[in-house]
């Protein structure tokens, strides 16, 4: 796996941060973070939920200046100078800001993910159904993720740069998702929109497991660039799952 600044690091050195081979923490680290404290993905949705207070300007543009420079470049061949430069920035101000490489690249996927669960949140408000929320939910997780140019560029371009992260974590990146599926579905059995009979947290585990793997997986079979073959697939096979023994709309 691709490495990059030591975590242990106290300082920056001119070797340092963001080259090739001069590292001992695995790139994106911070997905699956060790027992007792919170994911990426578990921080990203607790901001989201909680409307978390942007970050100071000269940390927006290192994060803007990371995010395009990322994008342009892929994360393997960006350093911390390059992400400073773009951000008309000092080096050493951009490492008071994120002493390594490893936390800049997190911060900057984290905004990211939280940036799709600030829409997703405001989006399926405007669905009518319950059914109508788990395919709008299903398509625009696949689409949003895969089309972000960051997310998706790193799955496409650098997939054993983020891939890695997501599933050889001990599932932790897995349970986050599931979590926050069965929070929703959760609230629509208390709407009474799902039989109480139905389990929850069985069916968020499917669903969750589902997506990602055609995230990580692209199929042969479904075309996960046409938003109606989504739908179609999400409403005959997703949807039942909520029908059983209830009068899920």
């Known amino acids: ?124 408000q405007q669905a009518a159904t319950v059914g109508d929320r788990v395919v709008l939910g299903f398509v625009s997780a696949l689409q949003a993720l895969r089309r972000n140019p960051l997310i998706g560029g790193l799955m496409a371009a650098e997939p054993d740069v983020l891939i890695p992260s997501m599933i050889s974590d001990g599932g932790r990146t897995l349970a986050t998702v599931q979590r926050f599926v069965a929070g929703q579905l959760r609230s629509e ?9 139905v389990d929850v947290e069985v069916v968020a585990e499917l669903m969750t497991r589902l997506s990602c793997s055609f995230l990580i997986t692209p199929s042969h079979v479904v075309d996960l660039d046409d938003a109606e073959q989504l739908r179609a697939v999400a409403r005959q096979f997703l949807v039942p799952m909520l029908e059983y023994g209830s009068q899920a709309k």
Request: proline share 3%; with cysteine; aromatic share 6%.
């Open 1 to 124: 796996m691709p490495r990059t600044a030591s975590a242990n690091a106290s300082s920056p050195g001119p070797s340092e941060a963001g080259r090739d081979g001069h590292t001992a923490e695995p790139l994106l680290s911070a997905l699956g973070t060790a027992s007792g404290s919170k994911s990426l993905l578990e921080r990203a949705f607790s901001e989201a939920l909680e409307r978390a207070d942007d970050n100071d300007e000269v940390t927006t543009r290192v994060l803007d200046a990371a995010y395009e420079q990322f994008c342009r470049m892929g994360i393997r061949r960006s350093t911390m100078e390059d992400v400073a430069r773009r951000a008309r920035v000092s080096r050493i101000t951009a490492y008071r800001r994120f002493a390594t490489k490893d936390r800049l690249v997190e911060q900057v996927v984290r905004r990211e993910f939280r940036r799709y669960f600030d829409q997703f949140l405001i989006d399926i």
């Open 189 to 197: 059995q208390r709407a009474g929109n799902i039989s109480d009979r």
